[in-house]
């Protein structure tokens, strides 16, 4: 009989040690002996590679335990270990021989599935490879949005008819923390925006004695395009970030699956009352938007260009049409629209770990604000073809 030995442990009267028997060509019995709790860290798993690297291949590998004093979790990572040694050569692995309660845990680790997730992906060797991956995740992701987005106007449709299920709870509570909490930020930027628009208009209208248009500038692009673009933007890294971590934590938590098992449409209950918190304060947001930011511009146009507070003003009522200022609150709402069905699907659709919701978040940031410049450009074609 052939026997490698291998004793780890600072205490040599009870030390976990690990004895191969390769007499059997057919077949390697691993001998496992001492109290294997005596010791911080396991023995190496040389002997066992070395018998199942013999020629020829073992068939079968079993285990040895009637010198087994003591044992703990470490003895559990030492067997796994050397099943996953097995797996490549195709050779049988047999517990039979362990402790009862040793086994059990070892077919309970194997019972539970390794989340597809839980391991980052290796990266392949071909571009090309990835370059095609890529491109159908993209594809998947388009499909995926397209699909999130009819559920979400069908819930709204259910909504409107009074058949869906939610709370009006959830609706003004969303609704409070989306609009009055939010409007020191949003003043504090458009404010700022306003400042930004005179300053800049100021200097060139300066030029011709034409600085009483400074009201003009600021009040149509702010009512037009800036009042809308930099409320939906705040909203997208304030409110879409939080829609994404919430209903994200919730996917991790299994509680989204919850309201599935007992019956409540997720959309409806967690999404429908968001989308409508949205629809409804943002235009009131956009108002407030254009209102603070033509202070701003009143600012600095009556203390830097010397433009009487009556002129500026009555500038600002000539220049602001009834169509500028829908089209301002329409294009608001719209972007609300489109920072809560993007941040709902982020959260909707997170991984089943903890990074996974920060990378939901994340992205649910990113994709709202490109979406919102995207969408105001195409407003912009549309509103030039139309002759807005």
């Known amino acids: 009989m052939r026997f490698s030995k291998t004793t780890m442990t600072d205490s040599p009267d ?22 294997w709790r005596a010791s911080e860290s396991l023995p190496p798993l040389e002997p066992v590679d070395l018998a199942l690297a013999a020629r020829p291949v073992p068939s079968v590998l079993q285990f040895d335990a009637s010198a087994l004093t003591g044992w703990n979790t470490g003895l559990v990572a030492f067997v796994l270990r050397c099943r996953e040694r097995c797996e490549p050569r195709k050779i049988r692995f047999d517990p039979g021989e362990l402790p009862a309660g ?45 699909t999130f987005i009819g559920e979400s106007l069908i819930a709204l449709g259910q909504g409107v008819r009074g058949r869906a299920r939610f709370r009006w709870s959830d609706v003004f509570l969303v609704m409070e923390q989306t609009g009055p909490q939010a409007l020191g930020i949003v003043a504090l930027i458009n404010f700022l925006v306003g400042l930004i628009l005179a300053f800049v208009g100021a200097v060139q209208l300066r030029q011709f004695g034409a600085a009483i248009y400074v009201a003009d500038l600021v009040a149509v692009g702010t009512v037009r395009e800036m009042g809308c673009i930099m409320t939906g933007i705040i909203l997208c890294g304030r409110t879409g970030a939080a829609f994404a971590a919430q209903l994200g934590t919730m996917k991790v938590n299994e509680e989204i699956d919850a309201f599935t098992a007992f019956g409540f449409p997720p959309v409806e209950f967690l999404v429908l009352p968001r989308l409508i918190a949205l629809l409804v304060m943002m235009p009131l947001l956009c108002v407030f938007a254009d209102l603070i930011a033509i202070l701003g511009g009143f600012t600095v146009a009556t203390l830097m260009l010397d433009v009487s507070s009556t002129e500026y003003l009555n500038r600002t009522l000539e220049a602001v049409t009834l169509n500028s200022f829908l089209l301002g609150i ?59």
């Open 330 to 388: 329409g294009k608001g709402a719209f972007f609300g629209l489109l920072v809560g069905v993007v941040g709902c699907w982020r959260g909707m659709r997170c991984g089943s770990n903890a990074a996974a919701v920060g990378e939901a978040t994340t992205s649910a940031v990113v994709a709202g604000i490109a979406g919102i410049v995207a969408a105001d450009g195409i407003f912009a074609v549309i509103c030039n073809a139309l002759g807005i």
């Open 14 to 35: 009870n030390a976990p040690t690990v004895t191969v028997d390769s007499s059997d060509r057919s077949v390697t019995r691993v001998r496992l002996a001492g109290d």
């Open 102 to 146: 040793l086994q059990r845990l070892i077919r309970l680790s194997l019972a539970v599935p390794e989340k597809t997730d839980a391991r980052r992906a290796a990266a392949t060797s071909s571009w090309l490879h990835q370059l095609g991956a890529r491109t159908l995740g993209v594809g998947g992701t388009a499909q995926d949005l397209v």
